[in-house]
Nanobody, 115 residues
């Protein structure tokens, strides 16, 4: 089973940029589709972005044009580049990996957008 660790969370001002990283280990990284989800306090966990094994990407409407998901199979990493951050982007961001036999979540990385 794959294990996931997110890094890169921080406090940033509105309009700022940040890149989250998700490192996978314990299984063949390139076999997985990856998602980023986020959860704000008191709210449900929401889909943010997806990248498939074929590098097809999908985004939530709220982040489309501001966020970019990418993957580096050689480094076992998936990234979420977040540009022009807004206060409403504040949340705990989770990395999710899935293939035909496995489904795993990371522990999350906190992103706080505040002046």
């Amino acid at each position: 089973q794959i294990q996931l660790v997110e890094t890169g969370g921080a406090l940033v001002p509105p309009g700022g940029n940040l890149r989250l990283s998700c490192r996978g280990s314990g299984s063949l990284f390139s076999d997985y589709d990856f998602d980023w989800f986020r959860q704000a306090p008191g709210k449900q966990r929401d889909f943010v972005a997806r990248i498939t094994t074929l590098r097809t990407t999908t985004y939530a409407d709220s982040v489309n044009g501001r966020f970019t998901i990418s993957r580096d199979n050689a480094r076992n990493r998936v990234y979420l580049q977040m540009d022009n951050l807004k206060i409403e982007d504040t949340a705990l961001y989770f990395c999710h990996a899935k293939n035909n036999v496995d489904d795993a979540w990371g522990q999350g990385a906190q992103v706080t957008v505040s002046s």
